[in-house]
């Protein structure tokens, strides 16, 4: 098993950044990748950002490339999501997930991955 906790959400006002942190413990040695997703209310679940285990690669959905940043810590167990130019619509709840590269490698589909965190808050105001 691999525990997750996220944490570094929180209201901001639109154009603000924004740093969640997510940490791993448990069976890491098993990860292949994490990734970040994202619920807001009355909506379904979206892809937002992962990052291989390993190599560090990374992919992004359109709607936040180029202002959000997912990086590891591998020393640290740690996954961030560097969070800039903030828009009202990135109002969310925020999950972490780690992908133990058993079912698919897209990265963005949801069912690949195996633990989930709580989750934490994203509201930006406008």
């Known amino acids: 098993q691999v525990q997750l906790v996220e944490s570094g959400g929180g209201l901001v006002q639109a154009g603000d950044s924004l740093r969640l942190s997510c940490a791993a413990s448990?069976?890491?040695?098993?990860?292949?990748?994490m990734g970040w997703f994202r619920q807001a209310p009355g909506k379904e679940q979206e892809f937002v950002a992962a990052?291989?285990?390993?190599?560090?690669?990374?992919v992004y959905a359109d709607s936040v490339k180029g202002r959000f940043t997912i990086s590891r810590d591998k020393a640290k167990n740690t996954v961030s999501l560097q969070m800039s130019s903030l828009k009202p619509e990135d109002t969310a709840a925020y999950y972490c997930?780690?992908?133990?590269?058993?079912?698919?490698?897209?990265?963005?589909?949801?069912?690949?991955?195996?633990?989930w965190g709580q989750g934490t808050q994203v509201t930006v105001s406008s």
């Open positions: 997930a780690a992908h133990l590269g058993l079912i698919g490698r897209t990265l963005r589909n949801k069912y690949e991955y195996a633990h």
């Open positions: 448990g069976r890491t040695f098993n990860i292949y990748a």
């Open positions: 990052i291989t285990w390993s190599s560090g690669s990374t």
